[in-house]
């Protein structure tokens, strides 16, 4: 499978801020993912990051709030703008390809004060 | 909204098979069933798949019923390290649409007691 490395690991962050987060993969994937996971909760997706193009967000979720960026095929980031508390979760990058299925990343575990 | 229903929490015995219901009524003929869990505070991890056969690897077994709206994950002699949030997806069939991404639902939080 692939090795998904994310950074930060966690963050602690002041209102009205963003933060950006990383997805470095260790091989080229085609498929590139953003999940939240509030406290307690399940996962949500929040986009499917495409190369070369915009990402594709699911409803709720909004490009201005969390503009993504993937320049290439093992790269992506993830910015949370303008936080508030009820941005404090977890943030998941995830990647799917043929060979090995879907990889999950450790996640960053964002704290807004 | 995802496709199945889980029991919200179970629990089962050290050494004991833990088995994990999972329905899904309105699977197509094209979807796969997966299973991944998540301990705390780690990203999911993968653990089985299957279309409609029964499939074994060397985490678990995943019996899935002949008219395919349920299946079973079984892990065979429960561990404390296999107490975790359990989670049944189904996705469609095939690669080539990057469409195809895996949409959790609550899951099961299976608890292994000493």
Known sequence: ?113 | DAKTTQPTSMDCAEGRAANLPCNHSTISGNEYVYWYRQIHSQGPQYIIHGLKNNETNEMASLIITEDRKSSTLILPHATLRDTAVYYCIVRPRGWMDSSYKLIFGSGTRLLVRP
């Open chain 1, 1 to 113: 499978s692939a090795v998904i490395s994310q950074k930060p690991s966690r963050d602690i962050c002041q209102r009205g801020t963003s933060l950006t987060i990383q997805c470095q993969v260790d091989s080229q994937v085609t498929m590139m993912f953003w999940y939240r996971q509030q406290p307690g909760q399940s996962l949500t997706l929040i986009a499917t990051a495409n190369q070369g193009s915009e990402a594709t967000y699911e409803s709720g979720f909004v490009i201005d709030k969390f503009p993504i960026s993937r320049p290439n095929l093992t790269f992506s980031t993830l910015t949370v703008s303008n936080m508030s508390p009820e941005d404090s979760s977890i943030y998941l990058c995830s990647v799917a390809r043929k060979d090995y299925g879907y990889t999950f990343g450790s996640g960053t575990r964002l704290t807004v004060v």
